[in-house]
């Protein structure tokens, strides 16, 4: 299994930083490079635990789709989102938020694992990882972004 795994500190209250991470109309204006949008199960506002959202997006000049569910929820703390369908044999996303003085520390851990057995473990470790980590990256500036404008 891979990992994926970032820290961005934040001059935003954690309540802000937290909502923000799960907000699906804010993750579709943030990724809009790659025309991400929630298809189905909660498709605005903000995610919560035990509901689903399907995304489609284009990735590696394909349209696909991914679908996660929020599995643990502990308001302004931690939330998880796991894939239920999509073309990854496991995705495990842990939001991860620390207050720290005048701001928080937003922590994102990505635990993932293609299909395909070694080739799969390969691509994993040449590619995929760098891929999510850049996808994750922007992610993150733009919540951080957004969240400090105000």
Partial sequence: MAIVRLETTITAPIG???????????HVSSLASTGERAIAGRV??????GETVTWEARHFGATRRFTARV???DRTVHFRDEMTEGAF??????HLFEARGDG??????????SPWG?????????????YLR???AARCRAIKAEAESN
């Fill in 16 to 26: 802000r930083c937290f909502d923000l991470a799960r907000d699906i109309d804010f």
């Fill in 44 to 49: 605005t506002g903000l995610i919560g635990l």
């Fill in 71 to 73: 599995t643990r929820y």
């Fill in 89 to 94: 044999r496991s995705f495990v996303h842990d």
């Fill in 104 to 113: 928080t520390l937003m922590i994102d851990v990505i635990n993932f694992q």
């Fill in 118 to 130: 070694p080739v799969g473990w390969l691509v994993d470790l040449c590619f995929m990882r760098g």
């Fill in 134 to 136: 850049r996808l994750l």
